[in-house]
């Protein structure tokens, strides 16, 4: 089965620094990709995904994200913040067992926006 | 027009009570879900339905039974509530049964069992 581990489970950053968050996921042959963010009280969105292609998947909010095959990393970047970033961030992979296909999430990292 | 809706928001009960989740989504998706999400945050898969037929069912106790009277619903009943069963419970749906097209969640419903 597919697994996502975010190594990090709260970051936090000044407003307008760069940010990486870092996701791994356990090897496969082919993998499909997730990154979601959760405001407080509020259910998932999704930000961005990675399916084939380039390695460099651009997201919404000004986030993108590079898939690397050698290192099962798919780390979510932004190169400047805002206090309205601040959120909790979930990586997620394409699991199929079973049949079925099903995402499997990561821990979630919080992103703390400090002024 | 809210995608994927979920009532109640918000859901305070006692321990042993039995109580229904309604999700309903009107994006003509085939595929809807329903995730727990603990005080930690995690989630974790429970139930998954395409087109009306149970096609995930993620070792969730008995006591949780979902319903899906149509591919634009899914409900969830919880028997004999627990105080573990307290947690933030998503509906999420999906095209085509696949996850390459990604999952549009509800808003979630907070349970709390006291």
């Known amino acids: 089965a597919q697994s996502v581990t975010q190594l990090d489970s709260q970051v936090p950053v000044f407003e307008e620094a760069p940010v990486e968050l870092r996701c791994n996921y356990s090897s496969s042959v082919s993998v499909y990709l997730f990154w979601y963010v959760q405001y407080p009280n509020q259910g998932l969105q999704l930000l961005l995904k990675?399916?084939?292609?380039?390695?460099l998947v651009k997201g919404i909010n000004g986030f993108e994200a590079e898939f690397n095959k050698s290192q099962t990393s798919f780390h979510l970047r932004k190169p400047s913040v805002h206090i309205s970033d601040t959120a909790e961030y979930f990586c997620?992979?394409?699991?199929?067992?079973?049949?079925?296909?099903?995402?499997?999430f990561g821990q979630g990292t919080r992103l703390t926006i400090n002024p | 027009d809210t995608a994927v809706s979920q009532t109640p928001k918000y859901l305070v009960t006692q321990m042993g009570n039995d109580k229904s989740i309604k999700c309903e989504q009107n994006?003509?998706?085939?595929?809807m879900y329903w995730y727990k999400q603990d005080s930690k945050k995690f989630l974790k898969i429970m139930f998954s339905?395409?087109?009306?037929?149970?096609?995930i069912n993620e070792t969730v106790p008995n006591r949780f039974s979902p319903k899906s009277p149509d591919k634009a619903h899914l409900n969830l009943h919880i028997n004999s509530l627990e105080l573990g069963d307290s947690a933030v419970y998503f509906c999420a749906s999906s095209q085509s049964m696949g996850t390459v097209y990604g999952y549009t969640f509800g808003s979630g419903t907070r349970l709390t069992v006291v």
């Open positions: 990675y399916l084939s292609g380039s390695t």
């Open positions: 997620a992979v394409s699991d199929l067992s079973k049949g079925a296909q099903k995402l499997v």
């Open positions: 339905y395409n087109n009306k037929e149970l096609i």
């Open positions: 994006l003509g998706h085939d595929t």
